[in-house]
């Protein structure tokens, strides 16, 4: 779904610092249509939340609509999150207190590996908000919505088989993202 996007795994701390601008404890980034992952450290999370921006950003969408459509999915789910996720959001948000424009971004990058690890716990209403913002999120990257995401086990299965794919180094295919 994003064929100009490479994976490159480093084994090693050393070796993704040696290969990448990362600075402090980074588990992966994304630049340059290029996921990297440090291995070392690296979780689930860390893959969906990279994959998040590569989706986000696939088609060229600038910085100004990522930060839009990101900070519209942030205020509706701190309507609705837990105060321990919000915490968690808050936190991870800090980090990149210098760069405001990107804070919403991350977050939601963040948010995507976040449920990726726990959707199935998550309450209700956050499954429903992130049910239907994964359908604009997919007609705002021009992927084609054929069917509205319809159950908990759908989005749940998409956020696993996305970040699993991922994870294992497999090709994402359109196939895997029918749900959209």
């Known amino acids: 779904i994003a064929p100009n996007v490479a ?11 040696a290969n990448t601008m990362a600075e402090g404890k980074s588990k992966g980034e994304y630049s340059g249509n290029v996921i990297r992952v440090n291995l070392e450290i690296a979780n689930l999370k860390t893959v969906a939340h990279e994959v998040f921006h590569a989706l986000l950003l696939k088609d060229g969408i600038n910085d100004d609509t990522a930060q839009k459509i990101t900070s519209n999915m942030l205020k509706s789910v ?23 424009t990107l804070q919403s971004e991350e977050s939601i990058a963040q948010l995507f590996g976040i449920l990726a690890e726990n959707y199935e716990s998550s309450p ?3 499954k429903d908000l992130i049910n ?4 604009k999120l997919a007609k705002s990257l021009n992927v084609p919505v054929e069917n509205i995401l319809g159950s908990d086990k759908d989005v749940l299965d998409f956020l696993n088989i996305v970040s699993a794919k991922v994870a294992s180094g497999e090709v994402v295919e359109q196939s895997d993202i029918e749900i959209l």
Do not use: G, R
């Not at 994976?7 to 610092?17: F, G, Q, S």
């Not at 239907?132 to 359908?135: G, H, S």
């Open 124 to 126: 209700q209403s956050l």
């Open 78 to 100: 701190k309507k609705v999150a837990s105060p321990k996720l919000l915490k968690e959001l808050n936190d991870f948000a800090e980090i990149y207190k210098e760069t405001p």
């Open 7 to 17: 994976i490159v795994v480093y084994d090693t701390e050393d070796e993704y610092y």
């Open 132 to 135: 239907n913002w994964l359908n």
